[in-house]
């Protein structure tokens, strides 16, 4: 099975979500680096 982001982003939002609720204050935290992570990606500048 070869893991791809399409497959990636799911899990992440999985995790994401469920640590949002055991710590309200992650949720910053974890949005700014998912946009951060996002836009690496989508520049190209990580494969």
Not at 11 to 24: R, T
């Amino acid at each position: 099975m070869t893991i791809s982001i399409a497959n990636l982003q799911p899990i992440v939002a999985l995790i994401a979500g469920v640590l949002i609720l055991i710590m309200p204050r992650l949720l910053n935290y974890i949005v700014a680096l998912y946009l951060i992570l996002v836009g690496i990606l989508g520049l190209g500048i990580l494969r």
